[in-house]
């Protein structure tokens, strides 16, 4: 049993502060990716459908995660309270095994902490109330990036407590331990990847000291089927990393290769180094443009800033493991979200938090090393948790509403196209359509050629009942996207509304050619069918709407089909 178990002070605490910090999220809205993932995915409705889930994204590497959600669904469908129990609860366990671990690590070395149990309490309750963990908690979908680092943190503490087990039957059950929680980890998220680099660290640091470091046969093995895992299950192709190019969704315009995101991420890391120290203007959505050389921007500032940080971390990893392998944590955990593995958005903040540990391990081992006075030390850590608590329970309140959240991202990047989208839709779900206008015609003002602005404007003046303007608006989202069904169905309900049945058909057979699994074009070709009294037809459209998710009464359907001949 970890001596953590036994202090239940310590595990009151942490639950306490998680509860203080997060509580009042419980009815906090769907968001962004939410929707994707949650609300309009079909494929989580049925929890025994595994292989639907599996196939819920292109890749399985997340299947874990998903089947989470699948979970929620089951039991809560969408009740956003169930959604945020779960990503708290998977918070509050990560602060417990960030005690744990730093509990075990605290205490080895050449430079042991001396209050190992206060900079451990000291460094889990940093992780548990830090403003930029917010974004991977009170945000729904980032539940992989929190449920990934529970598994990675699990899977490192037990694989310690087996190096450290003098008992060789437990030490094969700690490890099969931390192996089934490092699989579960890859299956989750691909940050997982880096467990096996942060293990032989670690070894070399605490483990190994005072000889030739070496690793045993089966422990290469196993580290590097770890590695191989996931990249052989997705049949990963490297070599077009260097080939492709992707489109920024951080900035407008941008393209994405290797080299580019390489060199964005040379300005991208201290702006995490400044949130982790000074977590203010905070953002779910960056306008962050793109870095093409080492000369614009400042790259070569933040390349020196990155060098010098992660170039100090390694100088300290023999004279003073504590501080050298917490300052490597934060770049290796980084590494395949932050190196040159090219991303479409260039930063996010829920990318912290795994690397985060790495960090208030090396704060409490300064803090511990700073005080010689237990009750000034104890003061001191209380201010700064304090604080820090307050000051992400208050950025919690953000992630209210759609429109708070959306008006917080507008004015910190009023440049960027997206929150005028998501804040006009925020307006017209509320019926608040002179404001949704208001909200749409400034982002078409800011950019003409986004077929998103022009679409929700037509659903605007559709509901406000001009259907001339929203018959144009259709057609210019059209113009700007020949393939945006959704835009193609509005259309065609416009010209049934006129009876121009004939374009209503065109545009609903385009809509089902652009995207076949988008359900409301079924209903409305569905329709049409129906009032030309091709019942069979209709019926086929009717059924196929319905699988798509698209909510018909049993009635309809029944009534349908007995004029289907």
């Not at 979908?141 to 699990?154: E, I, S």
């Not at 580019?260 to 203007?281: A, E, N, S």
């Not at 020196?304 to 940080?309: C, I």
């Amino acid at each position: 049993m970890p001596k953590a178990l036994t202090s239940l002070t310590a595990v009151l605490t942490l639950v306490i502060l998680t509860a203080l910090v997060y509580g009042h999220t419980l009815g906090y809205a769907f968001h962004f990716d939410d929707y994707y993932f949650i609300t309009e995915n079909l494929k989580i409705r049925e929890i025994t459908d595994i292989g639907a889930i599996w196939h819920s994204l292109a890749k399985p590497s997340r299947f874990l995660g998903m089947f989470s959600f699948a979970l929620n669904y089951h039991f809560h469908g969408t009740d956003v309270t169930g959604y945020h129990l779960v990503n708290i609860f998977i918070h509050a366990v990560n602060g417990l095994l960030v005690y744990w671990f730093c509990r075990l690590t605290l205490g080895l070395g050449p430079r042991p902490a001396r209050r190992p149990a206060a900079a451990a309490l000291f460094a889990a309750a940093l992780f548990i109330v830090h403003p930029v963990n917010t974004q991977a908690v009170t945000y729904i979908a980032q539940r992989f990036a929190a449920l990934a680092t529970l598994f990675y943190l699990a899977a490192f503490y037990l694989y310690i407590r087996g190096r450290l087990s003098l008992s060789s039957g437990r030490r094969v059950s700690w490890w099969a331990g931390a192996a089934a929680c490092a699989v579960a980890g890859m299956f989750t998220k691909q940050i997982v990847l880096t467990l096996p680099v942060m293990i032989i660290l670690y070894e070399f640091c605490f483990l190994q000291r005072g000889r030739r470091f070496r690793l045993a046969w089966w422990q290469v093995a196993v580290f590097v089927g770890l590695f191989l895992l996931v990249p052989t299950l997705q049949s990963w192709d490297f070599g077009r990393l260097f080939k492709v190019a992707i489109q920024s969704r951080s900035h407008q315009g941008d393209a994405l290769t290797w080299y580019t995101y390489m060199l964005t991420q040379f300005r991208v890391v201290p702006v995490y180094f400044r949130l982790m120290v000074f977590p203010v203007g905070q953002t779910l959505d960056y306008d962050f443009t793109a870095s093409t050389n080492l000369w614009e921007h400042g790259t070569w500032a933040g390349a020196l800033l990155v060098a010098a940080v992660f170039g100090y971390g390694i100088g300290r990893l023999r004279r003073d493991p504590l501080t050298g392998f917490g300052i490597c944590w934060f770049f290796i955990a980084m590494g395949l979200e932050s190196t040159f593995i090219p991303i479409y958005q260039v930063i996010f903040e829920h990318r912290c938090y795994l690397p985060s540990v790495g960090f208030v391990l090396a704060l409490a081992t300064a803090a511990d090393r700073l005080f010689n006075c237990p009750r000034r030390q104890a003061a001191a850590m209380a201010v700064v948790v304090a604080v820090l608590a307050f000051t992400a329970h208050q950025r919690n309140k953000v992630w209210e509403s759609e429109e708070s959240l959306w008006r917080d991202i507008m004015r910190k990047a009023p440049r960027k196209v997206r929150p005028y989208i998501h804040l006009g839709v925020a307006h017209l779900m509320k019926g608040e359509y002179d404001a949704a206008a208001e909200i749409l015609d400034a982002g078409i003002a800011i950019r003409q050629d986004n077929y998103r602005l022009y679409h929700n404007r037509g659903i605007v003046y559709e509901m406000q009942g001009n259907l001339k303007q929203a018959m144009w608006n259709y057609s210019k989202a059209i113009e700007l996207n020949k393939n945006s069904a959704v835009s193609l169905t509005n259309r065609a309900g416009l010209f049934g509304q006129i009876k121009r049945f004939d374009l209503a058909w065109g545009d609903y057979n385009a809509a089902i050619a652009a995207d076949p699994d988008y359900g409301n074009a079924y209903l409305g070709r569905g329709n049409l069918l129906y009032g030309a009294k091709r019942y069979a037809e209709a019926l086929k459209d009717f059924e196929r709407a319905v699988a798509l998710g698209v909510p018909i009464a049993d009635e309809e359907i029944e009534k349908v089909r007995r004029l289907a001949p």
